[in-house]
Structures are given as C-alpha cells and as structure tokens.
C-alpha cells in the first residue's frame, strides 16, 4: 500500500497539468521475480517515475514501452521471460530468472474509472479489496487493462459484459482464499477475457502500547515500512517528532476506543507490569492476528496466573516473548525482530533463513481457473 499511496500522490499532483503517464504493473508471474503481482510504477512522459516493477532489470525497457503507450494511447501486454539463459534477453544475469507479464496503460484523468481512481478509492477503504483487471482479450482490445475495485460495502456487476453471478462467485473465491486468482471466461459478446483478481490488504494497522524509547524506535521503522501507527501511552512522554509519525495517540484510559481488525498487530511494550495486565483483558479478544508481549516468560507467567487467562498460551496470535531470534540488542533492532515476526504471522511465513528453505521462495503467484 506504500507504494500505491506515492502512485496515488503524483497523480494527483500533476492531475491539474497536461503531463501524461502511463501505469506498468506486473499481473502474472512464474518461477522467481524480485517483485511479485500488484507491483507497480507510474511513469511521467518526461522518463520520471515512482514505484516499481523489479529490482532494476526490467525498468529501463518498462519506460520505453510506458512512453510508447503514452505516445499510442493504448494498453499494451509485455511478457519478459528470463528462464533461459540468452545474453539477448533483458534481465539476464540481473536476478529476475522468471517469466513476468507487464501491463502497460495510458492513464486518461477524464476517466473516473482509469485504474488509478480505483486504486484510491482501495487507499479510502479500510477494508480487504479485490481490483479486477483485464490482462488479455481475444479479438477486440476494446477492454483490455479495464479495472474494477470492490469490497464488502461496493459492488457493481457491470464490468466488461461478465455475466454478474460469475462476477459473484468470483468475489466469494477470491475473498475466501485471500489470494490472487486469473479467471478466464467469455463475456455476452462471446469475447474470451483473462481476467486477473487481485486481492489487496489493507494496511497493517499497528497498535504500541507504551511511551518509552524503545516504542520511539518501533515508530519509526513501522512508519518506512508503511504501517499505520497508534500509541496507547501517557502523551506527555513522548518526543514531538512522534506525533508527526503516527495515526493517533490514546491515553491508557482510553485504550477502549481504539480499532481493531484482523489485520492489527498489538504490542504490549509499557515496560510496566501492572499497565501491561490492565490493558491485556482490553485487547485480547478483539480479534487482532497479532498480539505480541515485551518481556520474559517467567514475567508472562506470573501474569497469566494473575489474570486467569491461560487459554493465551494456546492462541496462535499470541507471542511472547515478542521477536525472531536475531540477537537484537538495540532499541531500533529489537523493533526490527518484532516487525518480522508480525510480518510472518500476516504472511503465514516461519521466518527461518531462506537457505534453509525447501522449493522456492515465493508460492504460487496466481491460480489459473477456467469458465
């Protein structure tokens, strides 16, 4: 979501002026790629540009097909297959070693359906989206790149001439699985589309609870990482360049009123025993995937004792003591430890050390299904 805020922010920033851009997204691909489906950059029809679609290797011919797209005022589809070993190929050599499928689209401003206007109204919502795009066509390219954005509270079943139970069953899928899914099915028209269902997540929404130094420090790193931030702590400690960093800040006595969702991450990290004991019954059956707890386990004992909730020890969203095991010693990489450690729960990774892996690194990209 990071990356589509800053896409989001130089659009509307040049939407007043007469620059053209053209959107390069990736929307499939096979064997590895430093960057996976829903990566994207926005070029400007001077060469400048923001996001991105690879680690370096692919962005120099996406500006030249980006411009060309801007010149023609047509969407175009660019396959780079870097699987075999030809000095000819683009990427060869430079860490890409897959095939990765590249969506060039003029974006026009006077469309209030163009991809970018849907993009926002997913960055509005704080809700799991779906962001439907059409990446091939037979015949007529008349929809080809045409997007559509829902969610639990938007959906219109006018898109492309698809049958709207279709449409239906396809939102049910995606959002059971919460993965992406590349439909292939034929509109009233009889014209065979794939149709490419990105699911998208929201932000992760982090919740510190604490004032001290080391929550200074977890601020910071959420914030590059583009997490939303609050605080429950007392506002009087801390620094004032917190505040321009995080969402909002709550005093313990209000910790009540602060949202959560399956995609909050809670940190227990006040350093104060009986604070930590008082704000755990508030949070923990709020339905966060992550709540994580500072401190040693014979401090967790006593308070679960203490509290009577031993059921905690048994939840797979609890962990404590907080962190991977990297030996993080300082304030900013203990925070370090604790962000992976949230970022594998949300991803449903170990966080072990990839040489240790079996198969690839990513799973599947995107699963084919054919109407």
């Not at 950059?41 to 690879?54: C, F, R, T």
């Not at 097909?65 to 990427?91: C, F, H």
């Not at 506002?235 to 969702?261: G, H, R």
């Amino acid at each position: 979501m990071k990356e589509i805020r800053k896409i989001i922010s130089l659009y509307k920033e040049i939407h007043s002026t007469k620059i053209k851009v053209a959107l390069a997204s990736v929307v499939n691909v096979e064997e590895s790629s430093y960057r996976r489906i829903g990566a994207r950059m926005l070029v400007k029809s001077n060469g400048e540009w923001v996001g991105g679609i690879s680690g370096g290797c692919l962005e120099g011919d996406a500006l030249r097909r980006s411009q060309e797209a801007i010149y023609k005022n047509k969407p175009s589809i660019v396959t780079y297959d870097t699987l075999e070993d030809d000095p000819n190929q683009i990427g060869v050599g430079l860490g890409c070693n897959g095939k990765i499928d590249i969506l060039f689209t003029p974006i026009d401003f006077q469309n209030k359906k163009n991809e970018i206007e849907e993009l926002i109204k997913i960055n509005d919502s704080d809700k799991a989206s779906i962001l439907f795009k059409i990446i091939a066509t037979s015949g007529s390219d008349e929809f080809l790149a045409s997007s559509k954005f829902v969610n639990e509270d938007f959906f219109d079943d006018n898109f492309c001439l698809l049958e709207p139970s279709l449409l239906s069953g396809w939102i049910e899928e995606v959002n059971r699985e919460k993965r992406n899914r590349i439909f292939t099915a034929r509109n009233e028209n009889g014209q065979e589309l794939k149709v490419l269902a990105e699911y998208i997540r929201p932000e992760t929404r982090l919740i510190l609870i604490g004032d001290n130094y080391d929550v200074h420090a977890f601020v910071s790193l959420a914030r590059e990482i583009g997490w939303k931030v609050s605080i429950v702590g007392r506002m009087k400690k801390l620094p004032k360049y917190v505040f321009s960093q995080i969402e909002k800040i709550y005093e313990y006595e209000e910790a009540e009123e602060v949202p959560v969702d399956e995609y909050t991450a809670i940190v227990f990290m006040s350093h104060d025993y009986n604070w930590d004991k008082k704000m755990l019954p508030i949070f923990i059956d709020q339905g966060a995937s992550y709540l994580g707890m500072l401190g040693p386990r014979k401090r967790l004992f006593k308070m679960i004792e203490e509290t009577g909730f031993k059921h905690l020890l048994k939840q797979d969203n609890f962990f404590s003591p907080v962190g991977l095991d990297i030996g993080a010693e300082s304030p900013e990489e203990i925070a370090l430890a604790i962000a992976s450690e949230i970022l594998a729960k949300f991803r449903n990774h170990q966080g072990g050390f990839l040489k240790e892996k079996k198969g690839t690194i990513h799973s599947r990209e995107a699963i084919y299904v054919e109407r």
